[in-house]
Nanobody
Framework: QVQLVESGGGLAQAGESLNLSCTTSPIIFNSAPMAWYRHSPGKQRELVAS???????EYAQSVEGRFTISRDVTKNTIYLQMDRLKFEDTAAYYC????????WGRGIQVTVSS
């Protein structure tokens, strides 16, 4: 069973920072790409950032230069450091991996007040 355990998030004011983490099993962490998506009411789900098993990263244009995705091989965990948060970053954030099929975390809320 694929498990993606998310933590972090919460409430921040515009301009502040938050961090998300997603932990999975070693076999998935070392075999499959991982990413963060977000979804807010009335909007389509958006790919925020992705990271390959070799550490290659990609970002949505809306977060480029503000968000950083990283991975810690000792903890089988990826992170999303979110700096200079904006009100429009408010969303539920989901950890994803494409290990054969798509698997999703339960989601974690990020709320940014203006």
């Amino acid at each position: 069973q694929v498990q993606l355990v998310e933590s972090g998030g919460g409430l921040a004011q515009a301009g502040e920072s938050l961090n998300l983490s997603c932990t999975t099993s070693p076999i998935i962490f070392n075999s499959a790409p991982m990413a963060w998506y977000r979804h807010s009411p009335g909007k389509q789900r958006e790919l925020v950032a992705s990271i390959s098993t070799t550490g290659l990263t990609e970002y949505a244009q809306s977060v480029e230069g503000r968000f950083t995705i990283s991975r810690d091989v000792t903890k089988n965990t990826i992170y999303l450091q979110m700096d200079r948060l904006k009100f429009e970053d408010t969303a539920a954030y989901y950890c994803w991996t494409g290990w054969g099929n798509s698997y999703w975390g339960r989601g974690i809320q990020v709320t940014v007040s203006s």
